[in-house]
């Protein structure tokens, strides 16, 4: 973020106040609503019977940079209850605002004859907004309640220098190219339907995508002595009632009745593997007991907050359990983290920040077993070597965590991986193993997940790599192309000896010019395109042109394939 945060949003919060100056001067008749800064900038909300169109926007941008050069001072002042009342009169929103306020003395913050109820901090003056864009409009229901007016919402940003605003806009639109939501319908790997809002479809290559990733998953958990589990989708009320679930996580669940009981959508899957570590006694040589499973849960998320793969009611969490004994702890932890680096490597992810959050004032757990796995944790990460931020105060109730925040290629940072301890769930469930001093005791229970959602993973994926996916995760890896209607015979042929080799591979039989099909292969960022006619049909070659440095030259087919496995096992 360019200059320090806290004046970036002074900045992007004034810069909102002189929009919302410039739409009260252009349409009267507005009510306001609120206009915070927000991450990349801020917005307002305006309660107009009409919709703001283009035009409207650019309108508003010129009044707000008359305002900006008029350079007038921002005034703080403090008023009364009534004389806030008084003051806002006319607005029925900021009126609703003023009853909620507990203090009795509210501030206002005024500039030009225009005064908005405001907390602060602003700026001195409209003069010093500098660099700002209006960026979009669009329907915000008021307080986010859908039983509440739907106002307009206008989007803007603003920055301290017109050389930061053009790189943000030149870095927005870049984005807008990647948005998953596009290139998802562009190549055809899932849609949405109101038959099932949050819930995603995933299509034929979409759903190659998905697998891949959870193959290579697979392997790597058992590689590292993790055993999959499968826990039912639908369990009792009871079960969450233990569990805790059902007084902090209740309003993100659905339900169903069964033969007249509550039965509860599992919205995580640690409740159920609970059941599965207490069907038989456990030991201490059982531990640590490590229980992997791709939990498809179900939570329930507001329809505003809503957004393509990123925030969805239903998906897949790459969960797993690992049980152990306090002095396990350090070690098992060293094991994650290890497997969480393995994977993200994967997919090209190196540049990754870590937190760990400690002890919070609220918790449950004895403070020497908060000592005990807060050193563990530390010691894990100091023993990899790995640096890390520390929030104190941040952890969950019942326990201390680590977080993995992993940059994408536009520099936009993702929380994917945690680690956390548990102390409750045991405690809950009352989970024992018999200590080889033959007395009964409580495990540790950590859990992690490593992509966190499979669906919001694909997601960041689509946009990491812009839809040009890498040849082992690619849904089509080779399409055959061949140059005119005889040579489809020797095109199958090929593909035919590809697919026995594993390889996924179209065959663009079509009717059409070969420039036309190579244009469209690029468009769906295919890794491989081989072209086929009389030459190379005669001399059993294909002529390969690579996504990444187009044209390649012929080459016999065994050698292509060789060429291909080779890129694979890199
Ligand atoms: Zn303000
Ligand atoms: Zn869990």
Known sequence: MEGNGSDLLTLRHSAAHVLAQAVTELYPEVKLGIGPAIEDGYYYDFDRRE???????????????????ANRPIVRREVTRAEAEKLFADEPYKLELIAEIEDPVLTVYEQDGFADLCRGPHLASTGQVKAFKLLSVAGAYWRGSEKNPMLQRIYGTAFPTSQALDEYIVRLEEARKRDHRKLGKELDLFSFHEEGPGFPFWHPKGNIILNEIIEHWRRLHRERGYQEVKTPMILNEALWHRSGHWDTYRENMYFVDIDEHTFAVKPM????????????????????????????????????????????????????????????????????????????????????????????????????????????????????????????????????????????????????????????????????????????HRPVMIHRAILGSLERFVGILIEDCAGAFPLWLAPVQIIMLPIADRHVKYAEEVAGRLRAKGFRVDVDARNEKTGFKIREAQMLKIPYMLIVGDREEEAGKVAVRKREEGDLGAMPVDDFIANVENELTD
């Open 269 to 440: 899957s640690c409740p159920g593997v609970m059941l599965i570590y207490k069907e038989a006694l456990k030991s201490y040589r059982d531990l640590p007991l490590k229980l992997a499973e791709l939990g498809h849960v179900h939570r329930h998320e507001k329809s505003g907050v809503l957004h393509g793969l990123f925030r969805v009611r239903a998906f897949t969490q790459d969960d797993a359990h690992v049980f152990c004994t306090p002095d396990q702890i350090q070690e098992e932890i060293i094991k994650v983290i290890d497997l969480v680096i393995a994977i993200y490597e994967k997919y090209g992810f190196k540049d990754y920040r870590i937190e760990l959050s400690t002890k919070p004032e609220k918790r449950i757990g004895s403070d020497e077993v908060w000592e005990t796995a807060e050193s563990a944790l530390h010691a894990a990460l100091k023993a990899k070597g790995i640096e890390y931020a520390v929030n104190p105060g941040e952890g969950a109730f019942y326990g201390p965590k680590i977080d993995f925040h992993v940059r994408d290629t536009m520099r936009r940072s993702w929380q994917l991986g945690t680690i956390q301890l548990d102390f409750a769930m045991p405690e809950r469930f009352d989970l024992e193993y018999i200590g080889d001093d033959g007395k009964g």
């Open 51 to 69: 919709g703001f169109t283009p035009d409207d926007l650019e309108k508003i941008e010129e009044r707000m940079r008359k305002i900006i050069t």
